[in-house]
């Protein structure tokens, strides 16, 4: 063996190798056949034992050829492989391909919750008719809640609205009424108030939730009559119910008003004809009601000889349970989105 022939038989080892990587496309395939040259027991090495053979002076240029068919088969294997990673990460893109021009999904939008939208309208239909939004806390005294409502003390009126206690003094708000003497206490007549918010009793079943909305309302002025407090709940009634729905006061007591009314509707589920829902007797309840009664002036103090006034406190929840048609109050606490699609 001389060195052109070491040399002839180290080129066709090379090209045969690169041939052989060519065109690979697993890893492992380009790593055997690698090996299969290069490794210790490769082909490549194989012939480095014929350089012994050769004369001293031929030694550098063997080992200097040999490197470079070394050389030339570790950057064809470097190639494939990287032709290998290059690939797969072509086919991830393309699996992965995002086309940004595809319209966008339309967000899913819900109205607002029935409860909101009952209490959004009734504040708007009040609005309409130059009431103004008033507000009072939640946790609220007893003397605003009961006292100066002329509850006095220990009177068994206070049993009509089972209380939520906090402390001696504090409770939490049994309805919107104590903004009527808030209001009063802080604007001299004229007032005509609106005031929507959160009420809590211990009560519980299908009609009566522990926490529900109130609005209240209240108007002084010189010269106001029950016939204001009736036109006003006519107007009402006819906005939220249609024209066309009968009205009855009926006589009622609280402490606050004085005569006190409640006031019904025509069940509108029969046509007064008679159902369940209105205990077979044509009408439904939807209010409380009367004229502001003088010592609730008096703990205001505004002169009960000089002005009248009436208010009303509705139930939101049992407005949007009439318009709505809910039989269970609550089907508006439980958030079932299933329930609350209908009002989309
Ligand atoms: C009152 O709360 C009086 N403050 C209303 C009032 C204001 C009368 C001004 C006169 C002048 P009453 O307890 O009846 O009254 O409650 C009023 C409405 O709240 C009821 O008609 C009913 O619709 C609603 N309501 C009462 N308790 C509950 C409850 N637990 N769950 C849901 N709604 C209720």
């Not at 939640?138 to 809640?145: M, R």
């Not at 808030?182 to 959160?198: C, D, E, H, S």
């Not at 209240?218 to 016939?227: C, E, Q, S």
């Amino acid at each position: 063996m001389d060195l052109q022939n070491f040399e002839q038989s180290l080129l066709a080892l090379q090209q045969s190798a690169i041939d052989e990587l060519k065109g690979v496309s697993r890893r492992e395939d380009a790593l055997q056949i690698k090996n299969r040259y290069l490794g210790k027991k490769g082909q490549v090495q194989a012939q480095m034992s014929v350089l012994r053979e050769l004369p001293n002076e031929q030694r550098r240029d063997a080992g200097r050829i040999s490197n470079s068919t070394k050389q030339a088969i570790e950057q064809a294997f470097q190639k494939v492989m990287s032709d290998i990673a290059q690939a797969e990460l072509d086919a991830k893109l393309a699996s992965e391909a995002l086309d940004v021009t595809l319209p966008a999904r339309k967000p899913k939008l819900h109205r607002s919750h029935p409860l909101v939208q009952t209490e959004q309208e009734l504040i708007a239909l009040f609005a309409e008719m130059g009431f103004a939004v008033a507000q009072g806390p939640e946790i609220e005294k007893d003397y605003y809640n009961f006292e100066a409502l002329n509850f006095p003390a220990d009177h068994p009126a206070r049993d009509m609205q089972d209380t939520f206690m906090i402390d001696q003094q504090g409770l939490l708000r049994t309805h919107t009424s104590p903004v009527q003497i808030r209001t009063m206490l802080a604007y001299k007549p004229p007032v005509q108030i609106i005031a929507p918010g959160r009420v809590y009793r211990v009560d519980d079943d299908p009609t009566h939730s522990p926490v529900f909305h109130q609005i209240e309302g209240l108007l002084v002025d010189v010269g106001v009559t029950m016939a204001d407090l009736k036109g006003t709940l006519r107007h009402f009634i006819d906005r939220c119910f249609g024209k066309q729905t009968p009205m009855r006061l009926r006589p009622s007591f609280f402490p606050f008003t004085e005569p006190s009314a409640e006031v019904d509707i025509g069940c509108i589920f029969c046509a007064q004809k008679g159902c369940r829902v209105c205990s077979q007797t044509g009408w439904l309840e939807i209010l409380g009601s009367g004229m502001v009664d003088p010592n609730v002036f008096k703990s205001c103090g505004i002169d009960p000889e000089r002005y009248t006034g009436f208010a009303f406190g509705l139930g939101v929840e049992r407005i949007a349970m009439l318009k709505y048609q809910i039989s269970d109050i609550r089907l508006l606490f439980q958030n079932d989105v299933r329930f609350l699609e209908q009002f989309s």
